[in-house]
């Protein structure tokens, strides 16, 4: 049999139903042209997808309805509107080739099936089971509920029940698909008891909210109604029980006299102020403060050095100045009954764990934790709070933090202190003053309470990355510890130790799931990370952990384990974002490796140098601060001064152009300590001598050629092995400084001490006989001969 066929949307048509259709699609309408010129007949099949605007065969359910067209009706408007009777159920057997419609060649599946005692049991059940649905429903008129007790063939009862049902698109055509009549009704009775459970159960919600409602309603009337009453009594019985609870709140509690005395004056004022006042309410509040912080509640310090030592360890590697100076602190507890809690002030680049240690200190004392972030505070009130006769008025952030610590002697960190501004409102840090300091903070008035508060058990930390920004007087209350960044045996211990098992676990992972080698771990730290601390370590991991977690959850092995070599990480983290090694893989004319400090620990800077014919001009690029510009001035003075030992003409200055540039131009960089990377690049340019690529230096010159101390060593050497550079001159008045860098770094990095840029050039620059550098012989500090040489240490004024 060959008919049209016409794809639907939304709909699944069943034989015997009448439905009517609107047709906007071409092939659809030229389906229904085609059935009304021949026999009316048209195959109806279900879109597997409604969304699909022109749908090929695959798109078209295999098992549809041959119908017959009654009406047709063409709208103004392009569109049809056809009155279509199902008929019987078809299969396509083959779609003919046709470009205006769809032309398909049918099978008739037939299903007529010999009626049995099943059938019977299963049109009752379905019968009953559809008078429960229309009794839920009530919008199946009772006309359908006759009609449909009077089917008694359960095949033409499944196909007229099932389009009063409100099933899913899918389940109407799985049941158009059965063709046993017997299997297609007892589907259809598991639907039908689906969908009267549904509608059981939105009836029960329904009636439990409107009994709610009306609950809530009656509750309001009959409030509103106790407070009318009340309002005409006068009663007060609610304020006087107020009052009565707050005297035996001050009954229990044991308060300063000071501030006893204060809060027995407001609960007299609260007695005789009207409840409904506004005054009542902020006395209220006030003596609610009073009561709610803690006076004279404190834990009990633990002072096993050996156990707090441990905890300290636990969980942190490393970082052994703040742990002896806590140790130490619990020493001298034990040894005294009361002592001043200590003021410290952690200062180190970010991710060295500063924050989680001070959390880590007060696990190790078994004191409460509390934590301030005074990064963007700019009032003075944040510390101290307003005064009471503001609208709103609360305590200061500190006060506040108090009360939810519950104790007088929580470890308390104040976090980002050199973040703090300044504008209009008053100065913060001003306001610290006489929060951090020991002589004062028994007394702490905060301007809400206004009565003091004991401060001098709390421990104070403070974290910054910087001090230039910390006031002076506000540094000089807090004993600083530094935190220099880690080196990278460190960071390597430190995500074995604590890193890797943490992004496991916090990845849902075991520890012995993801296997990351340790020149795994190294290679993440030296290509893909560039900092002093572990955040960003902390990140890969977490990345790599992230992918693991996929790939045993794609492959189905959730307990499985996988390994992560050093030839798998770019696989996992992708490409390298940093070089690793030197800056420059040879010896260059003209460019010296220096050392810098930054905020987020050391870097190594590279110094070009350049000369050209000219008229002795001296360009100086790549965004430097004043203080460096005028090292590189210093620098050429100190060659001008040394030209003849150099070999160079007394008057080389005049026919060269001289352009001095630092690399990464957008990055402002400042302070003396190039002076004598400048020099040494002056000097490489105009004697086209090349230093040596693994060597780097830092130091301030002076016009004389003397090489000054400078800051930040430890992070510059750390900085330098960072990049396998292998060799660093630092000033000699820095020798004292060694000891505070790693055992490790000092057996691959060779620091050599220098007082004069004679020696500088000779260690730096790459000679074949350094002693032979200098032309004519003399001091190192040798004036040009017009002039005879200063006496050390005397200022001559001309």
Known sequence: MHAPLLPLRDIVVFPHMVVPLFVGREKSVAALSHAMEHDRTIFLATQRDARVDEPGQGDIHDIGTISTVLQLLRLPDGTVKALIEGKER????SFLPNQELFLVELEQLDDIFPADLESEALIRSVNASFEQFAKLHKKIPQ??????????????????VVGHLPLKLEDKQKLLEIIEPNRRLERLFELMRSEIEILQIEQRIKSRVKRQMEKTQREYYLNEQMRAIQKEMGDKDDSKNEVKELEEKLKAKRLPREAAEKVKAEL??????SPMSAEATVVRNYVDWLLALPWNERTRDKLDLGEAKRILDEDHYGLDKPKERILEFLAVQALMRKIKGPILCFVGPPGVGKTSLARSIARAMGRNFIRLSLGGVRDEAEIRGHRRTYIGALPGKVIQSLRRARTVNPVF??????????????????ALLEVLDPEQNYAFNDHYLDVDYNLSEVMFITTANTLYS??????DRMEIIRLPGYTELEKLAIAKQFLVPKQAKANGLKPSQVQISDKSILEIIQRYTREAGVRNLERELASICRKVAKKLVSENQREGQVSVPVSSVEGYLGVPKFRYGLPEDRDY??????????????????????????????????????VMQESAQAALSYVRSRAKALGLPEDFYRQVDIHIHVPEGAIPKDGPSAGITLATSLVSALTRIPVRADVAMTGEITLRGRVLPIGGLREKILAAHRVNIKKVLIPKDNEKDIKEIPAKVLKVVELVPVENMDQVLKAALALADPEGLFKC??????????????????????
């Open 268 to 273: 007299k004022k609260l007695k005789m102020m």
């Open 777 to 798: 012989p003399g001091e190192p500090y040798c004036l040009p001969a017009t002039a005879p040489a200063e006496p050390a240490g005397e200022v001559v004024a001309h």
């Open 589 to 626: 004319v003209g460019l010296a490796n220096g050392l810098a400090w930054t905020e987020v620990g050391g870097d190594v800077l590279t110094t070009e140098a350049m000369i050209m014919p000219g008229k002795g001009k001296l360009t100086i690029t790549g965004k430097l601060g004043e």
């Open 470 to 475: 910390i006031p002076a007087p506000l540094q």
């Open 90 to 93: 078809a299969r396509v057997k």
């Open 143 to 160: 006309e359908v509920l006759l009609s449909v007790a009077a089917l008694t063939d359960p095949g033409l009862l499944a196909d007229t």
């Open 413 to 430: 960190c104040l976090d980002e202190v050199d973040k703090m501004s300044t504008d209009f409102r008053g100065d913060p840090s001003a």
